[in-house]
């Protein structure tokens, strides 16, 4: 009798009548393999500084090569993740291997700074968490003050108390910690003061809506020079035209982020561009 495979088509079934594509099913049933079998892959997307058009920074966003579903985005398969253990495995993985790749643009003579997201999960509920990145920082040498930890507003403030303590210790480490998505939705400004950052990423969504009116304009300029005022680096993220780059640029917002520049792209084609940068721009 199969019976096992009688008892996965009763489960495929169920879940299917639950409302799951074969999609999702097929991701949160891979996911589990998904370390084991080599298949996450780091996209690079630079950070540019708009007076000098040098690149400054990389973003480090993952990306899961699945063998039937191709490349999967994390905004897909994380948020599963993040039900299983598995989570913790992906988080470290990605940060493992970015610090291997800061090394080794460390060791041809880029200082390039180095962004990282991390989970809720990994947040919250890794108690180490600060350990592993001490680990991996001391392991392949890496400047701590050129690391950056990118956590969401969203988890910043679902407990203020508890993000402040691992804010604080992971700062001892000497790393930078940035504010990613700010704008969308539950920015309030006395978090910019309160939270122990160094930088803020402004969304996508805010510059989407720039040309929209002078008001957004103006709320953009006045947040940078607040940010300026604490002394908080701004990232401005999704910029995808030239005209976005120039108002940014007359906005004072000095470094960039977009497809205008560059996608984020895999470590061989982001060091080719590396080298061709400088006479692109
Ligand atoms: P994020 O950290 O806010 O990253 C920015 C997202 O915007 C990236 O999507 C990037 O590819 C995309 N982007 C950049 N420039 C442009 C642009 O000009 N136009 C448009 N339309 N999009 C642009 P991606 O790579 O799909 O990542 C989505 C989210 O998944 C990230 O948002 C981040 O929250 C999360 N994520 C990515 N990598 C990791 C990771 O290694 N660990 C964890 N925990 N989360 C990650
Ligand atoms: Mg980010
Ligand atoms: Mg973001
Ligand atoms: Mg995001």
Redesign the pocket.
Known sequence: RVKYHGKNHYRVFTALSEGKSIRKLTIEKDIHTVIRENQLE??Y?PQVESNSGRIIGM?????WNHPTLGII????F?PLA?ATDI?FA??EW??EE?CKQQKEWMEQGLHLKL??????Q?FYHQSDLTKKVKDIVNTYKIDPTKLVI?I?ELIAIHNMDIAMEKLLELKSLGIQIAL??FGTGYSSLSYLTRLPIDEI?I??EFIDTLDEGTENQAILHSLVKLANDLNLRVVI????TEEQYKKLHLLSCHIV????FS??LPAKQVNQLLIEWTTMY
């Open positions: 780091i996209f997307q973003e480090a966003l993952v990306r985005s994390p905004s897909e994380i993040e989570i992906v988080n990605v940060l970015a962004s990282v997201n991390i989970s809720p990994q990118e969401t990613d998505d990423k969304a996508k993220e999704g910029v995808e982020q977009g497809y205008y996608k984020p």
